[in-house]
């Protein structure tokens, strides 16, 4: 049974800091990887999707890398900002799971001005 | 594109009631999804479906609950007989496709009073 961790649970940090979410899963059989973000109270916006053939993904101040061997990605966020102030998930679509995807618990990020 | 449409926003049902919460996912998205969002929990995943078929509901309850995608009109997810602890975040998500990305609604706020 796939389990995705995300560490650290929560982070707070003072803006401007570059920093780094991890995420691990245990089976490494995977299709693809994908970030999310989820403010309090709303729905999920998707960051960025990384096919399991891929290593990273870049988007604006957003980079995700991809060790599918490892079972582990980190989604890297530059210069952050108090509006990055969000959770992250983390969710994986494993090759034995069907369509569905495992979530982590995510991270909950704090971006103090 | 209007993206994934869930309503109502919010539902306040009272214990014995019935639920009917709605999906409308994008424009050529055939794959619908359904996950529920437990107060202070992850992400759990429900159903599954595509046009007029139930493709995989292993995470949905065996009894009370039931989903649908209709060869017209958006996904419904219908939760007879509500109880308190059926008071969650139910999240609905689409995409065009196995190896594509999901795209999330902003969800539907049980309360079951």
């Known amino acids: 049974k796939q389990e995705v961790t995300q560490i650290p649970a929560a982070l707070s940090v003072p803006e401007g800091e570059n920093l780094v979410l991890n995420c691990s899963f245990t089976?490494?059989?995977?299709?693809?990887l994908q970030w999310f973000r989820q403010d309090p109270g709303k729905g999920l916006t998707s960051l960025l999707l990384?096919?399991?053939?891929?290593r990273e993904q870049t988007s604006g101040r957003l980079n995700a890398s991809l060790d599918k061997s490892s079972g582990r990605s980190t989604l890297y966020i530059a210069a952050s900002q108090p509006g990055d102030s969000a959770t992250y998930l983390c969710a994986v679509r494993g090759e034995t799971s069907g369509s569905r995807l495992t979530f982590g618990e995510g991270t909950q990020l704090t971006v103090n001005p | 594109n209007a993206g994934v449409m869930q309503n109502p926003r919010h539902l306040v049902r009272r214990r014995g009631q019935e639920a009917r919460l709605r999906c409308s996912p994008m424009?050529?998205?055939?794959?619908v999804y359904w996950y529920r969002q437990l107060p202070e929990e992850g992400l759990k995943f429900m159903v599954y479906?595509?046009?007029?078929?139930?493709?995989?509901e292993s995470g949905m309850p065996k009894e009370r609950f039931s989903a649908e995608f209709p060869k017209e009109g958006p996904s419904i997810l219908r939760i007879q007989q509500v109880v308190r602890g059926d008071s969650a975040a139910y999240f609905c998500?689409?995409?065009?496709?196995?190896?594509?990305?999901?795209?999330f609604g902003s969800g539907t706020r049980l309360t079951v009073v």
């Open positions: 990384i096919q399991s053939s891929q």
């Open positions: 424009k050529g998205h055939s794959h």
């Open positions: 998500a689409s995409s065009p496709g196995y190896n594509y990305g999901y795209t």
């Open positions: 479906l595509q046009k007029e078929n139930i493709i995989d």
């Open positions: 089976d490494s059989a995977i299709y693809n």
